[in-house]
């Protein structure tokens, strides 16, 4: 039965339905429309900017390769003697990224970079793997015929250094970590990434990031501080064109599938057993890491205390040129006969 109160409340027979479902129903139909229109705009939009912008740029001229397993590897040498360095670079960088760094190495020493797997000019095949990587570095230390080289690592290239150490420890003379730890998930996208930048959208995205001098050139400043020189037309070429040249798209996002290169911590921890010199180099003002992360990672691998460069961010190479190299030097003074 229904109570005196609720027979009061309760709408007479024949009293119009309250309306405010209805609207609500209203205001959600037209909400699905403007998406669905939004949705329908940001395609089309899409597949005409991407068609516009199909081009692929060249590779520069007179570049070097080397083939090493089922890479074409493309690398840069500078200096005519003196025991040998080879750097590796890190995410979304290349071997010109140390064109500051080389020439003081240079001085006393033969100085190697190399293009990874997915990044510069070395062609694009997957899988883009720290496994896969870490085979191209060892074969391009055989196809080199280099003898115990020190092995500089720059952020995420630091896990393919280290596991190549790991790997075939008596091909190395040394090994240094320079802004970064090496580890699996220390830094990069989010991996909600991977699923929401889909066809033909990241494709769009990451044409407008390479197509705007200015993005370029916040990014670069941000990551390499004020101490950086600015970016010129060249120089903003330089971080875009391996971008431009085909198979580079299909390449970044092979690389995003995978997450930034790095080990997991116990592994890492082997290099503790490995008798080499090594050593850990960072940027004081590293964003990108804890500020704990320089020093922890020195403990993992066994490293004295770690060199923190003042003012410096996470392109010491740019930023700090002196400093690192003289930390390279320092390393390769103890280097493993």
């Known amino acids: 039965m229904i109570g005196a109160e609720e027979a009061a409340e309760a709408p007479a027979e024949g009293t119009p339905v309250p309306r405010r479902r209805s609207r609500v129903r209203r205001w959600l139909r037209r909400l699905a429309a403007v998406v669905a229109a939004l949705i329908v705009t940001a395609t089309v939009f899409s ?9 692929r740029a060249r590779p520069p001229a007179g570049l070097t390769y080397v ?5 074409r590897t493309r690398y840069r040498v500078w200096g005519s003697g003196g025991s040998p360095i080879v750097l590796v670079h890190g995410a979304a960088e290349s071997a010109d990224t140390w064109a500051r760094l080389a020439p003081l190495l240079a001085r006393d020493h033969r100085v190697y970079a190399i293009d990874l797997d997915g990044a510069g000019y070395t062609t694009r095949r997957g899988p883009y793997t720290v496994d896969h990587q870490t085979r191209q570095l060892l074969a391009f230390l055989d196809a080199m015929r280099l003898d115990r080289p020190v092995l500089v690592g720059h952020s995420a290239g630091a896990a393919i250094v280290a596991e190549a150490v790991l790997r075939a420890p008596a091909r190395a003379g040394g090994l240094l970590l ?3 730890d090496a580890l699996a998930g220390g830094a990069g996208p989010p991996a909600v990434l991977r699923h929401l930048l889909i066809p033909p959208y990241r494709i769009t995205l990451l044409r407008m990031v390479v197509h705007s001098d200015w993005l370029i050139r916040e990014i670069y400043s941000s990551q390499c501080g004020p101490a950086c020189p600015r970016l010129d037309a060249a120089g903003v070429d330089v971080w875009r064109r391996p971008y431009e040249v085909a198979g580079a798209e299909a390449g970044v996002w092979g690389m995003l599938r995978n997450g930034v290169a790095g080990l997991p911590a116990h592994r890492l921890e082997l290099l503790r057993g490995v008798s080499l010199p090594k050593a850990v180099v960072y940027g004081a003002d590293d964003h990108v890491f804890a500020k704990t992360s320089a020093a922890d990672t020195a403990r993992r691998i066994g490293a004295p205390p770690p060199t923190l460069i003042p003012g410096a961010r996470h392109l010491t190479m740019i930023s700090s040129p002196g400093e690192v190299a003289r930390a390279v030097e320092g390393l390769a003074a103890r280097r493993r006969p």
């Open 67 to 71: 083939r090493t397993g089922d890479l």
């Open 178 to 180: 320079l802004d970064g």
């Open 47 to 55: 597949f005409i900017y991407n068609a516009a912008t199909a081009g």
